[in-house]
């Protein structure tokens, strides 16, 4: 009986593991999986950071509910200048260890200035700064951003908030959920005392 060999080849690049093939597969690709983005887009805070301790309590309050409901969220209110963004920008710098998952920021004033808050527009933003690329159709980017938050311990920061619904539009399925608002927002649950000073 006459034998015939047959030769095995692979042509391209391959990465990781052992290759086993049986005849000629053409071209073969293996890819690493894609590194997951980490945004960091709060700030910095901008100096010394003092007296605040019913407000850095309120936000402890909230971190100990992500880590045993997986979901917390916190509302401060007071007026312009009083140093809302200022207390949560230095509590997002001292926690960062807490948020694996990367912090976000919405300036919500931002978006009424450009004419009104586009909230589907605002979630393809943070779809896209947390690696999804958002679903053309609008409607479909708020289970998309509940998606794409499953299992992701992130801190979001929502600015300039003037109605509640806003904030219910923009809930993750888990993490942090900051909010600062000029306006008591008694339809959300989550509340902090209100900050009528400087921390600075």
């Known amino acids: 009986m006459e034998r015939h060999e047959v ?11 052992h290759l086993v093939q049986a005849g000629n597969i053409g071209t073969l690709h293996l890819h ?32 100990r509910r992500v880590e045993e ?6 509302v401060f209110t007071g007026l ?8 949560i920008a230095k509590f997002t710098e001292d926690h960062r260890e807490h948020f ?14 450009q004419g009104g808050v586009d909230l589907p527009e605002l979630l393809a933003g943070f779809l896209r700064a947390l690696g999804t690329e958002p679903p053309a159709v609008e409607a479909e980017r708020f289970t998309a951003f509940r998606t ?9 920061f929502l600015d300039n908030v003037e109605h509640a619904a ?7 399925s888990g993490g942090l959920v900051v909010v600062a608002s000029r306006r008591r927002l008694p339809a959300l649950r989550w509340t902090a005392p209100r900050c009528a000073g400087s921390g600075r």
């Open 166 to 172: 806003e904030v219910r539009a923009l809930l993750p």
């Open 80 to 87: 312009g200048g009083v140093g809302k963004t200022e207390l």
């Open 148 to 156: 794409a938050t499953a299992g992701r311990r992130c801190l979001f």
């Open 100 to 113: 694996p998952g990367g912090d976000l920021y919405a300036d919500l004033k931002a978006y009424r200035h």
């Open 7 to 17: 030769a095995n080849t692979v042509s391209g690049a391959t990465v990781g593991g």
């Open 32 to 63: 690493q999986p894609r590194e997951v983005p980490r945004p960091r887009q709060v700030r910095a805070p901008h100096g010394p950071f003092v007296n605040r301790e019913p407000e850095i309590a309120a936000l402890a309050a909230a971190l």
């Open 69 to 74: 409901d997986g979901l917390g969220v916190v």
